[in-house]
């Protein structure tokens, strides 16, 4: 199994900032306890749209700079709680064949993968599923750093 990017070489390699930036900011993180992104936000060394698109590198993800605005119809948002939706930060984009596409706002906490219609469940399925108005969601944590 390959091993994915740190974030710096991926921010050195395809988004141009100095390993000196990405040293500086490494040295704060532990003092400070924030991620690395985070910190380069704050140096003002990298813009939230670079961050996104950065972390959609590392992570295999598409990144958006902004919601489309003809996204998220109301139609979407019967078909999901919306505590569920506030408490993994994930906004409903579109659903074509079956499939919801959505929006993380932090996907370097969480994926969150939906399956619809929901799959029948073997008695010893994982307790981080659920099923929600007939889709499967599956969330996994991803440790920081």
Not at 22 to 48: F, H, W
Not at 88 to 110: E, I, W
Request: aromatic content about 4%.
């Amino acid at each position: 199994m390959a091993t994915a990017k740190l974030l710096g070489e991926i921010l050195i390699e395809d988004f141009g900032l100095q390993p000196a930036a990405i040293d500086e900011a490494v040295a704060l993180q532990p003092e400070s306890g924030r991620r690395l992104g985070e910190i380069l936000l704050g140096m003002k060394t990298l813009t939230p749209a670079q961050l996104a698109a950065a972390l959609g590198t590392q992570l295999g993800l598409d990144s958006l700079e902004t919601i489309p605005a003809d996204a998220g119809n109301g139609e979407l948002l019967e078909l999901v709680p919306i505590t569920f939706l506030k408490e993994y930060r994930v906004f409903l984009l579109d659903r074509d064949d079956g499939r919801l596409k959505v929006a993380v706002a932090d996907c370097a906490r969480s994926i969150v993968t939906v399956q619809s219609p929901a799959p029948e469940q073997p008695p010893d399925h994982p307790a981080n599923d659920d099923v929600v108005a007939g889709l499967a969601w599956r969330v996994t944590a991803v440790p920081a750093g």
